[in-house]
Every structure is written in C-alpha cells, then in structure tokens.
C-alpha cells in the first residue's frame, strides 16, 4: 500500500490516552498521530497512527500460496525477533568485487551492459541514485541454483527480452519457467580465513615465490603484509608442507598465495609464470578441484620459464576472484560479450507471500548485475514518494497502526465487487503483536467477517488470540476460520534471547488448548529450528512432545533460511550470544539464505519421526472447523466460498514475528 493511501487528521481523538511522541516524525506521513507509551514492554517504540484508505490487500501475480488476499492492521512489529528482517541482494563492482544491495551509495562504479541482442557488452557505469522500498516479494531460482528476490514489477534479461518477475499489469511481458536469463551466473561465496587457507596462502606465497623468473623486482605488498599476520598463527614448517589431501579452502588460499608470488592479471586473464614446473602443477590441480579451467601454453623463447593461465573469460575471471579472495588483480571486464546458457534457465518463480523492504538503484546503463544476472533499474523514480520502514531496527521500533480497520474492512466487504474470498492474517507481521494489546483492532476485523460470513485465516505467535475466541466460534458456525501458532522450540534460554518480545514457547502451547476444546483443529508451525541451538535429537523431541500435549492436530517443521539483511542481524545477534557457532553458520549458510536442501530434508524428517510417535500428523491444507449443518446465517451475509487451504510457504518464518 502506498504512504499516499494513509493520512489522519491531527485532531482526531487519539483512541488510547497516550504520551505524545517528544520527537518529530520522522517519516512524511500528513496528519498522522504519534504516540509512545510509558509502559516497559514499549520502551524505545513509537506508534504512528493513520487512517487508511484501503485494508484488503491483494497478493500480487501468479501465487503459491493458497490465498489471494491480506488484511494487515500493523504495518511493522513489536515481536523484536532476531530474524525477522529483509535483506539485500550481491552487485558486481567494476574491479570485480561484491556488494549488497542495500550498501551501495551514489557514485560507486558498477558494471552494467549497452547494445542489443547478441551484441550486448558489459560496460563500466556509475550509480546514480540508491533507495528502498516495501512490496510484496517473490522469488526466482535458476538452474545453477541462484535464488533472487525481487517486487513482481522487477526485470530481468532474458532470451526474449526484458522480463517482469510478476508484471501487475497483463500486457507487460512476463518472466516464464524456461527462461533463459543472462549474465555470468551465480556469484561464488568467498573464502573463509580458516587455518587451512591461511595455511594454503603461505604455501602459494612463499614457495612461489622462491619459484619467480629472476628478473624483475621482488615483489611487496598486501600479499605479504598477510602473510606476516597469518604466521603468528601458522609456523613456517607447517605452511611449507603440501597437505596429503588438500581441503578446498587450502586451494583457495594457496592460489591466493601464489597469485600474490607469481600470478599477474590481463583484463581478464589470470596467469601465473614461474620456473618450477611442479610448483605450476599444483596451480593446475587447485584450479582443477575448484572448477576452474587452465592451459599450459609453450613459451620456447622464454627459457625455462613456464605458466599457467585460466580461462579468458568474465565467468573465470570472476570465479578465481571471489573463490580465493584476491582483491589486487584488476578487472577490466568492457567489452566481454553478454553470454545465457542452460545454468540460468528459470526453474521456478515462487510469490512469497510477503511484503519485504527490498533496494534499487539507478545506474547510467539502466541495468547492474544482481548476483550474477543482468538486471534492470525497473523502480520507477516515483517509489520516492513511498514511505517505509528500514529493514532494521524502525522495522521493530515504528509500527504504523490503521485506526481505522474496523470501519473500513466492514466497508469493503459490503461493496458489492467483493467476492467473499477467504483472506489471510498474519502472513506479513502478527496481528497479535503487544500492539494489539492497547489498539484492540482485531474485535472489529473479526467481528466484520463473522457478520459476512468471510472465510479467513489467522497465524500467530501471540497469546492474545484467546482474548478473541468467542468471536472466533461465532464466525466458525457461519464460515471456515484456520487458527495456526508458530512455535519452533520450547528452550526458554534459546526464546528470551531470540524472541524476547513474544510469549514464551509454553504460553503458546498452553494457548493452542482452549481453541483445540473450543472445536478448532490447530495446526502448529515448528519454525524456525535454529541449527545448533535448537535441531538436536533432545530438542525436537522436547518440542514436539510438547505440540502434541498442547493439543494441536498436526504441524509442520521449518528450518531458519536467513535473508539478506536479516542474515546480517541474525549473524550479530549469533556471534554476540554464540561466537562458538559462528564458523558452523558460515559452512552451513555459505554466502546464501538457505540451508541445503540435504539438511533441511534431514532435520524435516527427524521431525516428522517425532511426529509420529506422538501421533501428530503433517497439516493438512486446510484445517477449518467444520460449520455445524444446524446453524443460521447472520443478517445478509455475504456469499462466501469453502475457504481456500491455507498451507504456510516456506517463507513464513519471517511473517510471524
């Protein structure tokens, strides 16, 4: 929903007696009242208070999930979870190096590409201008494994053209599964700075160096400044000798090392001169494990003196750079043609269901390179004039509340293109945040869709829903009503440190009884399991074991995926709390959002054999409480549809928080 959409007037009368806000607004929203409370549990918060024009909202393009339409009282969310942000995507910088999205400033030198069709080169272009929205989000994956997410609105490069993920307009072309989108595919994550590749790295260096042509100067540098940094760590005989089996983080330090000895760059060459063929032979074996081509040219009138040189092309060049972490050899990438093959094939394009802060930018050429894809500038320069929290910290400190959600959801139900569709809550933040304890917004919604006879959805972590179960049954004798908790552990540690503005795990649980006796099936969602902390053998049966005596009727487990920008918080708050699982995290998650799929199959599984000694059962799509074949309709209700199953996308865990 656009900012323009919400205005207040000042002198409205406020409906909670409420300290005004010392500070200004600091967002640009015309007439809205700002409050703060004394009270702790809203200690640092601030509550804008606008009237909205419009309270259901539609799930934009093609969707997975089995809904078409939200309702969301709050914009924002007093839960302070410690995963509950958006994120940012990697950009290709001239000189061949990653930066997020959302770090990017004007006048950073990106590349970008110009021309058409099979004449299309990467270029040098400038960032002219960095912002950020809020839209509902979606999500591509390719073949090789890249997963992008983008608004629907966003374009890519393909083998057809320009491609909107989810045009909202049917005349826009739009991205298909099959696709071929161009670029230079998945950007590799880069290395860790572990024993083995410091270890590697003086190896490359130093025996390298011993193998350099004897003309020229020797060399000086960043190489060796590390080196002397990481032999404080690593003594001198152990980084001379060649390991018997080589991990990959030692290749990739060892090519750093030699590269830094021996190795020059040639706009997109990487090639590497040294004397000592055996030396270079190694070279040719970690390029080998790392997936990375090379040749050993003849140079006959050199005498004595060989190389070894990867392939000249940007996907090499880019690869030998981000895989070994060299940040001196200088990239000059203008000219390389644009290539698209079978690795960036659309696999999948997923709606998620959610409405993230996402970032843009305006570049010379009108496009970047988004993790290894061309894409375009496709934000309009008028998303300016939209409003929005940042992904950090106003995400849990300024929640924007729609006073005016009662009167206005009674409205649009009535209106006569209203099709009494089922509709989903909390499926972008919870309406049963602390909030709602002071602005009592969900009465009225519920009361609103129990006189239509609407057939919705609620997904929650808090306890306050009981305060609304009378209303609850009534609207389930006339229309299908879904009542979800989310509870991903019963650790009380692990819940006070990462979900310290929620009810504790067991107050959950105790809470999905009186719905269960009430004649709702409740379903509960075990998200997120937390890798470390809460995927032990004794946790999940803890967890489930406690699910099952809640009295829930089936659940359905979800591992943590980090996306960019919540990753960055989630990874403060874990080296913070937990620094011994910091390097677990970094080979679990690599540079990505996801676990790998091996692992979340196995921690899914291990889940479900809980499940199954309780007997607990996955949820099914739709867990309504059935309507009594007795019951009378409300006055003039309005024609409402068997509701539609609600299942929870992998991307809820984000959405309850």
């Known amino acids: 929903m656009r900012w323009s959409h919400l205005s207040a007037s000042a002198d409205d009368a406020s409906l909670l007696d409420a300290a005004p806000a010392a500070s200004p607004l600091p967002l640009a929203l015309p007439g809205a009242t700002i409050r703060t409370f004394d009270t702790p549990g809203f200690a640092g918060m601030t509550f804008y208070e606008v009237r909205a024009k419009s309270m259901i909202n539609r799930v934009p393009g093609a969707s ?69 929205t809020t839209k509902p989000a979606f999500r591509v994956t390719l073949a090789d494994g890249t997963r992008l997410v983008s608004s629907g609105d966003h374009r890519f490069l393909t083998d057809r053209g320009w491609r909107h993920v989810s045009p909202a307009e049917p005349h826009l072309p739009a991205l298909a599964v099959g696709d071929r989108m ?55 005989h152990k980084a001379l000798r060649w390991p018997e089996l080589p991990t990959g983080e030692w290749y990739r330090g060892f090519l750093a090392g030699a590269f830094g000895a021996i190795g020059t760059a040639d706009r997109l060459a990487i090639i590497f001169t040294g004397r000592d063929q055996g030396f270079l032979s190694r070279i040719t074996d970690a390029l080998t494990h790392l997936g990375l081509p090379s040749r050993r040219p003849a140079h006959p009138q050199l005498g004595g003196v060989h190389s070894v040189e990867i392939g000249r092309d940007l996907w090499s060049a880019l690869r030998f750079r981000h895989l070994t972490g060299v940040a001196e050899a200088p990239l000059d990438a203008s000219g390389a043609g644009v290539r698209s093959d079978a690795d960036l094939t659309v696999a999948d394009i997923e709606e998620l269901g959610l409405t993230l802060p996402l970032f843009d930018i305006t570049t010379g050429t009108g496009d970047f390179i988004a993790d290894g894809v061309v894409s375009h500038n496709c934000f309009a320069r008028n998303t300016h004039t939209y409003l929005d929290l940042d992904a950090g910290r106003d995400f849990d400190t300024k929640v924007i509340v729609k006073v005016n959600a009662g009167e206005l959801i009674r409205r649009e139900l009535a209106a006569p293109r209203w099709k009494g569709e089922h509709v989903a809550m909390g499926t972008n933040v919870d309406v049963y945040q602390r909030a709602e304890g002071r602005y009592r917004l969900m009465p009225e919604i519920l009361a609103a869709l129990r006189d239509h006879a609407n057939p919705f959805s609620i997904l929650t972590k808090g306890t306050l829903i009981l305060r609304d179960l009378e209303l609850l049954k009534q609207a389930a004798t006339v229309t299908g009503v879904n009542i979800s908790f989310s509870v991903g552990f019963v650790d009380e540690t692990v819940w006070r440190s990462v979900e310290s503005g929620t009810p504790s795990p067991r107050r959950r649980l105790d809470a999905v009884r009186r719905p269960t006796d009430a004649g709702f099936k409740v379903s509960v969602l075990m998200a997120p399991i937390l890798p470390g902390l809460t995927d032990t053998d004794e946790s999940i049966e803890e967890t489930v074991a406690a699910i099952a005596a809640s009295g829930a009727t089936s659940l359905s487990p979800l591992a943590l995926h980090l996306r960019p920008g919540a ?21 679990l998650f690599g540079g990505g959002s996801y676990l790998s799929p091996a692992f979340q199959n196995e921690i899914g599984a291990r889940v479900r054999l809980a499940a199954r000694r309780h007997g607990l059962h996955r949820a099914t799509p739709f867990g309504a409480r059935a309507i009594p074949a007795a019951s009378a309709p409300v006055a003039a209700p309005v024609a409402a549809p068997v509701a539609a199953p609600l299942t929870v996308p992998e991307s809820e865990q984000l959405t309850l928080l």
């Open 64 to 132: 997975r999930v089995p809904f078409q339409w939200t309702i969301n009282p709050y914009r924002g969310c007093s839960h302070a979870c410690s995963y509950c942000l958006s994120g940012d995507t990697p950009i290709l910088l001239a000189d061949g190096s990653m930066r997020p999205l959302a770090q990017l400033k004007a006048g950073d030198a990106v590349l970008g590409t110009t021309g058409a069709g099979p004449h299309r080169r990467y270029v040098t272009t400038t960032v002219l201008d960095h912002w950020s």
């Open 182 to 236: 161009s670029g230079v595919g998945h950007f590799a994550h880069p290395p860790m700075e572990s024993p083995d590749y410091q270890a590697g790295f003086l190896c490359g260096l130093i025996r390298g160096d011993a193998s350099a042509p004897p003309a020229g100067t020797p060399r000086e540098g960043d190489a060796w400044i590390r080196a002397d940094s990481y032999l404080e760590d690593i003594p001198m």
């Open 567 to 587: 990753r960055e918080w989630y990874a403060a708050w874990l080296t913070r709390e937990h620094p011994a699982l910091a390097p677990r995290y970094r080979e």
